[in-house]
């Protein structure tokens, strides 16, 4: 199994910047990439960013490209999300999530999640 532990969230203003954490512990070594979700009130859990832990490979939704990073410390098994020039539309809980195959963009490819973080991002 993996375990997964989000951090950093909280309340900025528009413009500001923030960096989440994912530690994960376990069988990380069974699972190939790992993934950022968000879900907003109202809204379906929608993806946001993904790497592989081999090769580094990024993914990014088009809503975030360009502002948001992801990045991972294999040898901390913790993956980042630095989020800049951030918007109300960034308001939502963020989910780190594990992968094995498939399409990073998609929930279903996912079998491990974190518990989320918060982030409110004031206009």
């Known amino acids: 199994q993996v375990q997964l532990v989000e951090s950093g969230g909280g309340l900025v203003q528009a413009g500001d910047s923030l960096r989440l954490s994912c530690a994960a512990s376990?069988?990380?070594?069974?699972?190939?990439?790992m993934g950022w979700f968000r879900q907003a009130p109202g809204k379906e859990r929608e993806f946001v960013a993904a790497?592989?832990?081999?090769?580094?490979?990024?993914y990014y939704a088009d809503s975030v490209k360009g502002r948001f990073t992801i990045s991972r410390d294999n040898a901390k098994n913790t993956v980042h999300l630095q989020m800049n020039s951030l918007t109300p539309e960034d308001t939502a809980v963020y989910y780190c999530?594990?992968?094995?195959?498939?399409?990073?963009?998609?929930?279903?490819?996912?079998?491990?999640w974190g518990q989320g973080t918060q982030v409110t991002v004031s206009s």
């Open positions: 999530a594990a992968g094995n195959s498939g399409n990073y963009y998609r929930r279903s490819n996912y079998d491990y």
């Open positions: 376990g069988r990380t070594f069974s699972r190939n990439f």
């Open positions: 790497i592989t832990w081999s090769g580094g490979n990024t």
